[in-house]
Structure formats: C-alpha cells, structure tokens
C-alpha cells in the first residue's frame, strides 16, 4: 500500500522511480552483484529528518514529527548503474519482477517519454543539455525493462489505455501536460497495492538520483498544478453539497481550511528541484504562463490599465494561478507592512454579488476577481497583525502575514491557490454568500442565550469568549477611528463585509464556539456528578417499569448514548435494586472489598479507579480547532499527519472518559481494527470534512443545558422528599453542592441498605422510588424532557438578548486600548492609515 507521504502526483512519480532502484539494487545485491567502482561513488541521501528552525517550529505548533526517518539509510543509485544491475537479474532463474514493479517501470517510462515530448510541442524553451539528459534516463530504463522482460508477467501495464486517459492531442497545451498525469490518478488497485520492494530486516533503502533539469522541475510544477486542480474540485464539491444542505458550514470550511495546508506541504514537496534553477514555484507558474501565452500567440504584456495580463489569457492564467498571484504580488509591493489599517476604495470598481460566477466574458470575470481580492486583502492585512489577532486565524490571514513580512512580497504558489479558493467558494454562492456569516451569528445568540442562566465560571467565561468575538466589528471600528483621526477619508466599506464575503472563516468561527461550548460544557458538568447521578436513575426507572414508553427524556438518552456506558456503570447496566445502589457507590469510588462477607464495620475502603470520568467527544474537532489558534508562521499539515488525525480520531471514538476501551463496544472493536486511512489528497480532504460533520452533534450538545435541566429535577425531587418525610430529610443533603445525593437515596431505601455491608441491610422502603418516578413523569410531562434539543432547533432573536448583561465580554478585541494606541502614533505623525498618498492608489 502506498504510504500516505507518496500520495501527491510528483510523489507517485517518484516512488516508482525509487521502487525501480530499490528493487534492482536490492536484488542484485542479494544475489552476488558486485560493482565496487559503482558502490563507492554513489553517495548517501539526505535524511528526511525535520532539522534547524523547522525543527523548532513543529515542536512549538506541537506538530509530529514523522517517525522512523532517523533510523533509515538510504543510498543514491544512480541512474546508469541500473543497466548492470538489471542484466545480473536477468541471468537468476529463481527471481520474478514483481507486477507492481512492473507497473512502476513502465509508468515511468510512458509519462517521462509523453511529457517531454508535449512539453516540446508546447514550445517550452528547454535548457541545453536538458533533453539529452532526458533521452538517456528513458534510454536506461527502456533497456532495464528489455532486460527485465523475460521475468515479468505479460500485460502489466497498458500502454493504450494510458494513452486513452491522456487522451487525444489537444490544441489546450497545457491540458495536454495534465492528461499525461492522468495514469497517477489514483485507482483502487494503485492505492491498495503492496511495496513492491521485497521484506528485509534491514533499514538501508535505495532511491534514484535526482534529476535537477529544469524540464524536472517544470515536470515537478505541472504535477503541483494537477493536484491542485484535483483538490480545486472536491472543495467546489463541498461547498456545493454545502449550499444544498447536505454538508454543514463548518465542516465545509474546517475541510477547506485543512486543504490550504496539504497545498502548502506539496509546494514544500517540489521547493528543493525548483530552488535549484534560483526561483519558487510562484515565481515558476508565472514563467511558464507568459511561456503558454507566447504559445497561443497571445502578447500577454499588452494589457489594459488595471489588468494584470492580456485577458485573452484569463483561463490560462486561472490554470497557472496568475490572477491571484498577481494580485497578491501588488498588494504586497504596494503597501508597507505596518500599514495594518486600510481599505480599498473602489478605484477599479466593486465586486457584484448578484453576478457571482456568472461572469460571460473574461473582462467580467477578471473585474469580479480583482475587486473580491482587492476588497478583502486589507481585512486580511488587519488580522493577520498583533492589532487584530481574531478567535481564530485561518490559513489566509496566516499566509498573508507572511507575505507582508517578506521583503521581496513574492506569494508562494499554494497562496495564490488558496486565494483563489476563497473565489471559488464567493462566486459560487452569488448572493447567498451572507448565508454563512448568518449561520454563524444565529449560533451566537443560541450560546449566548443559554448562558443567561449560567452562574459565573471560568468555563462559562471560555464559551462567551468565543462566541462573543465578533459583536464588534473590530475593522470597522479602527477605520472609524482613523477617520476621525484625520488619517483615513472616503466613504468606509460597511461594517461586518469581512464576514459576509468569507463564509470560510465564519465556517471556522462556527467551528471554534461548538468546540469551546463542547470541551467547557464537560468540565462544567462533570465536576458535581448531577448529570452522572440523574442517568443512573432514569436508567434504575427504565428497568422498574415506572416509566411508559412514551415517555423518554431525550435529552438523558442522547447524553447517555453519546457518553457511553462506561460514564455511569461500573460493568453493564444494573438489573435490579441493589444492583442500582451498589453501582452507584462504586461510582462515587467506593471499593467493591466493601461488599465482601469478612468486611469489617468501620472505615470505608476507596477505589479512585472506579470513580467515572465523563469524556470530550469529537477528537478530530478538538484537535483541528487547536490548530485554528492565532499562533503566527508554523510547519502546515501533510497528508501522513491528516491521516494520522483522523485514525486517532476513530480510535477515540471506542474509549471512554479514562481512555479505555468502552465495554459495550469491546468485541466490535477487536473484529474490527483500526487501519489507515490510505486516500489521495482530495479524497482525504472530503473525509475530513465528513469527519467534522458527524462529530458536529456531539460537540453542539449543549452541557451546561444540559446540567442545569438535571438539576432543576434534582431540586424538585428534594422538594417532594422534604414534603414527604420533613425536614430530618434535609440532613442527608446538607448543602446545595450535595444535592446529587438525593439520588443515592433513593437507591439505598429501594435496596433496603443503611449502610454499605450486609449487616447494615434494612427493609426496602419504595415510597423514594415510587416518588422519584412519580416527580420524573411529572418533570417530563410539562416538556422538560428535550430542553437541550429545542435550543439548537429554535431560532433567537437578537432582541431577545438586548438587556443581557455580558459587560466583561463587551470588548474582547481590546478596542479601547486600540483606539489609544492609533490616537498616539497619529499625534506623533506615524499614522498606520495611508496605503499611498498618490491620487491613483487604489488603497486607502
């Protein structure tokens, strides 16, 4: 099976290249082959070891490392050492190519002699020297594989078929070069096929020899663009499953945003053979578009004012990604760094929501990039500075920052493909595209109106935090003040535009309330045992059939099947009345020695290990939120370290709360082990946001709700126990905190027990479980049995919030001390406003 790191098309490419030289070296070698003048010159390769700064920055994101690279040598072959090798091969009668070597060979050989030669057709200029090299590496395995032949299967790869998925010769070059890539696109068969390099205990691997041509390296560039436009569709597919209701926000965009990463870590793939021709793959894609213009006979530099190239070049420049990186590049250049408030002023025009993607003409098309883009570049600027660090900072505000701070303001390629993402996902929506910022603001007022009637608490204070961040708009608002500070002027975008063009990070902000709402709403409710207790004794009445069918509280029910078993019995679910007390004190932590026939009275013995531990449900959430924190440059996500969250995830779905394995769910678990998640890259994104939509009711369920419907039957089953047995009850609940107790007084007199041991039994009494059932039906019948369900099912008004009193959160972004702070630097002549004092600047 490939490993998840060779998943990206340049990648593929080279793990048959490496599967080549691996196998023959390998085999040569344990069959006797000995070339001493071959071995001493082949040199040992880099070990893929993260070193240095980046070290530094994957241990402060807290970002794994992947193993075991440390401890693998691994030798260059080069590439003329492959003939003799394969010739002393060819003489053993006991060896057999493996198919899937086979394949490796011959895929090899079919792309590298297809895209030179429409490279060549394209009118690329090649470097000198470059096409001779070409020429003797197909040479060299052209002739391994007529050494070869006579040991390998018939028909192991499909040279027709091949070219039938590349299709015909196209008059679009640049497709042409992508239909090539088309035999790594990935099947079944390909993902799920076994190495190819035979089982040995040994750690040395052999790889080829790098070709640093500059025809590699734009090899190295169109494979990038290919799995770009591969992970460019699938997020087209999310947000259109989105927009039809299939797929939530925030899994739409948590997807989107871990995309930005996986593209960030392929550039990072090729960066080495591009830096060797003294450039970046941005700095690559623009050269080779003005290349594909020349082609097609477009002048690209003949351009109107305000275009970024000749627009009969617009779909050859989306292909390369030039649009955006266009943009971004003047951004960059055109505004200094500390510049941190600013906007655009309409010079070119304003992006039409009505219109979208419906754009007929190139100029429509390229207007409506150019003023998205330009619109929201400086909102980005803001956030991505100490001024306006937000909830939380996406992979745009991220990369933008960067930008800003590099001297040069050249965009590497994979922000100039999140860039354009981000228009994809605007135009796509048209004029619904405020239906994100909506959604986000409704789960605002949702939160912020379920905590009214939670007691101050540093939980509380967490989830208000998060959902209180954007009340304000906090550009709006530093605009406004430079305004009066006499260092902005002209009429200000609207308040909130941000937001309402970028339903991503509205997706993100959405994610970022559930999570903090889900993990403080646990910690909140565990602690007093209320809900832990009031499970146990739904469970207790279920079983005495003192509950109808009809009647289910479903809020317990949801919270039980969500929590597990394990969070409120000690074994399986108890069946009668002793069972019901006992399970209870072994919950609080009573030691089961307490019930052994030599107990002796006195002292009670205690087990902390059976005491239950409710858990944080929705791991892969949990962990992608703590990556949306505001943390500044750090090392982006590969394809092995998404899989790896998303195999852990799974593997916490079968624990519990003290991270064993659930006993319900035991047996399943043990038939059905956990593999790898093993997917190509766009694939692997979908899954991810399938992930985050599943979890999505898990960490919506609202716990303090929860907590606070359970203790208000709590309160009421005190109340009826005090009107039954006065006020002596009051003693075994001496204070509030202990109000759980009543619970376990229950338990006691149906299981007729005074105490703990078999001497301290009594008469079981069924006047406290008959008045239990009696408050529970009542408690149910008045429609207290779904609170938690109906507050995510009911729409709020923001009235109905108006006299909430949340002073502490009124201003989370700081803005009086903002305003200070501009208020000084204006006094002493260094206002953060002007983007240019000239009259043709677009920014102001």
Known sequence: MLPSSLKSIYQQYKADTDSVANWLAKTANANGYQDNASSSNNGLAKSGRVKGKARKQAKASGQPQPGNLANKTRQIIRVRDFEPMASHIAKLDSVKVPHDLSVALERVIWVRKNFLKRLLDSGAEIEPGSDERHSFFVGVLEKVRNCLKPLMETGSFNADEAAE??????????????????????????????????????????????????????????????????????????????????????????????????????????????????????????????????????????????????????????????????????????????????????????????????????????????????????????????????????????????????????????????????????????????????????????????????????????????????????????????????????????????LRRNPIHCGLLLHNMRVNLHRSGVAYAATPGAVMCTTQLYQALRQEKLLSDQLAWEDVESFWKMQGDSAFFVGDPPKNREAYFKNYCLCLGVSVSNWAPTKRKGKVNVNTANRRNMKFNGWVSCVINRRLAPTGERLPLSSDLIEGILIEGRRHETMDGKGHIQPEIKGKAKDEPIDSVSLPPAALIRKVALNIHAEIPDIRFNYFTMHRSVWNFLTELKEEFTRLWGARFLQYIPTEDKLPYVVGYVFSTAAGQKGLTSDEKGEAVDAGIDAAAKVMRKFLEDGHGRVVKEQVETDVEPEELKDADFEEFLDPWRLDTLMKKLKRESQAGRGSGRGGAEEDCHMQ
């Not at 009969?312 to 955006?324: G, K, N, S, W």
């Not at 409704?442 to 540093?458: D, F, R, T, Y």
Request: proline letters at 5%.
């Open 165 to 498: 998925k590349a299709g015909e010769k196209s008059q679009e070059a640049f497709k042409n070069m992508f239909d090539v890539l088309q035999v790594y696109a990935p099947s079944e068969s390909f993902l799920n096929a076994p190495d190819v390099a035979p089982k040995s205990a040994t750690v040395l691997e052999y790889t080829v020899e790098q070709d640093e041509s500059m025809e590699d390296a734009i090899f190295a560039l169109v494979t990038l663009l290919g799995d770009y436009s591969r992970l460019r569709q699938e997020i087209k597919s999310l947000w259109a499953d989105y927009e039809a209701n299939r797929l939530d926000l925030a899994a739409a965009a948590v997807a989107t945003n871990m995309a930005f990463e996986l593209a960030r870590s392929m550039e990072d793939e090729i960066a080495p053979i591009i830096r060797k021709h003294d450039g970046e793959a941005g700095e690559l894609a623009t050269t080779y578009f003005m290349g594909m213009c020349n082609l097609y006979g477009i002048d690209a530099g003949d351009k109107q004012p305000g275009d970024a190239y000749n627009l009969p070049a617009y779909d050859l420049a989306e292909l390369c990604l030039a649009t955006t990186s266009t943009l971004l590049t003047s951004y960059a250049t055109g505004t200094s760094p500390t510049v941190v408030i600013n906007y655009y002023n309409g010079k070119f025009g304003w992006y039409d929501e009505e219109l979208g993607a419906k754009g007929k003409t190139n100029r429509a098309k390229w207007d409506q990039d150019k003023n998205a883009i330009l619109e929201i570049l400086p909102d980005l600027h803001f956030l991505s500075s100490n001024m306006g660090t937000g909830a939380v900072e996406d992979e745009l505000i991220r990369g933008i920052g960067a930008l800003m701070r590099d001297p040069d303001g050249v965009p590497p390629l994979w922000l100039s493909w999140a860039a354009q993402i981000y228009l994809d996902v605007l135009q796509s929506l048209g004029p619904n595209c405020g239906r994100g910022f909506d959604e986000m603001k409704q789960e605002s007022l949702k939160i912020k109106k379920a905590m009214l009637n939670v007691p101050s608490s540093q939980e509380r204070s967490r989830v208000l935090k998060a959902a209180t961040k954007w009340d304000k708009d906090p550009i709006r608002a530093c605009r406004d003040q430079m305004v009066k500070l006499g260092q902005l002027s002209g009429t200000m975008p609207p308040a909130w535009r941000f």
